[in-house]
């Protein structure tokens, strides 16, 4: 059974860095294409960043752009998400997902969550 779970999250002042990890168990990331995303109270979850199974390509929303870098390490089973220059309204729950990059995210599997809270 695929099985995510994040770590990572807490609390920091506006500036500061943080790093999400999301280790996968009970198959390889390799073979899937994954994503972080997050979801604030009151807002719908958004997708942050993905990265494709073989690693070469990312993505990221545009208010994450050029503080946020995703990565992974199949040898370890794990996504990254190193998050620096945190403002406010990075705060949320967020989330790792991981999907067959044939299929939509809704046929994925998803973590649980960590929380970020950034005061300013």
């Known amino acids: 059974q695929v099985q995510l779970v994040e770590s990572g999250g807490g609390s920091v002042q506006a500036g500061g860095s943080l790093r999400l990890s999301c280790l996968a168990s009970g198959y390889g990331l390799s073979g899937y294409c994954m994503a972080w995303f997050r979801q604030a109270p009151g807002k719908e979850r958004e997708e942050v960043a993905t990265?494709?199974?073989?690693?070469?390509?990312?993505t990221y929303r545009d208010s994450v752009k050029g503080r946020f870098t995703i990565s992974k390490d199949d040898a370890k089973n794990t996504l990254y998400l190193q998050m620096n220059s945190l403002n406010a309204e990075d705060s949320a729950m967020y989330y790792c997902?991981?999907?067959?990059?044939?299929?939509?995210w809704g046929s994925g599997y998803w973590g649980q969550g960590t929380q970020v809270n950034v005061s300013s």
């Open positions: 997902a991981a999907r067959l990059c044939y299929r939509g």
């Open positions: 990265i494709t199974h073989s690693g070469r390509t990312t």
